[in-house]
């Protein structure tokens, strides 16, 4: 994908499901890097049996974060988890730019986390895939550019505008940008995330789809090496 490669990745990470390893692959190996998996991208564990109707528990999930189902995570949970995950990639990685291959309803809960009013329908009027550009993550002003993210969200404009980081869903479980440590203000790390899904079908409505493989590291030859 031209979005992806312009400008160029220091460093390629997905979720280990298939979909999102496949998407950023090319890219990566245009560029001669490794595709890099953490278990933490991974897509919402939503602990939802097998079920026609998944998008009436989906909009509940997304009404009371805290509810979840057996054996699954809550979606305040997941808000959680997002965060740190791409906190720890900006502090492992200072001042690089960082693509990351996940998930619609990971990515829609981590914009939640620093404060973007995202909703159930955004999320599931993602299109797929969708490119999101975050700067600033782990510091009191990040910045966010996506489709879908229109004025009527204040601060998070196509033009990547400025807005001050708050707590979501609080009293959910849900963490903060912080929630892995704090990154000190200033870096110039910047996340671009690309979700990739598969909507959920009355034969399976888990992160993940049959037929998938978890890899656990991928690397691409250099071209002309």
């Known amino acids: 994908m031209t979005e992806l490669c312009s400008p160029p990745p220091d460093v390629v990470y997905a979720s280990p499901y298939r979909r999102a390893v496949q998407t950023v692959t090319p890219s990566a190996a245009e560029l001669g890097l490794p595709v890099l998996t953490r278990t933490d991208l991974r ?8 079920t026609p109707d998944y998008a009436r528990h989906y909009a509940a999930s997304w009404a009371d974060p805290k509810h979840c189902g057996p054996g699954g995570e809550s979606l305040g949970e997941l808000t959680a988890r997002a965060s740190a995950a791409l906190v720890d990639l900006v502090a492992r990685h200072p001042e690089a730019r960082i693509v990351v291959g996940t998930h619609g ?3 829609a809960r981590a914009l939640v986390g620093p404060g973007v009013a995202v909703d159930w329908p ?7 895939p969708a490119v999101f550009r975050v700067r600033g993550i782990g510091t009191p002003d990040v910045r966010v550019s996506g489709p879908g993210l229109s004025a009527a969200r204040p601060g998070n404009g196509s033009d990547g505008a400025r807005r001050q980081c708050r707590r979501a869903d609080q009293g ?3 963490a903060g940008p912080t929630a892995a440590g704090p990154v000190r203000p200033g870096r110039a790390s910047w996340v671009r995330a690309v ?16 037929g998938e493989l978890r890899a656990s590291r991928l690397r691409p030859r250099r071209r002309g090496g």
């Open 43 to 50: 897509e919402w564990d939503s602990g939802l049996a097998p």
């Open 105 to 107: 309803t990971f990515l």
């Open 122 to 128: 955004f999320s599931r009027d993602m299109a797929s």
């Open 172 to 174: 959910a479980g849900a």
């Open 195 to 210: 979700a990739v899904r598969r909507r959920p079908s009355p034969a399976r409505s888990t992160g993940q789809w049959p």
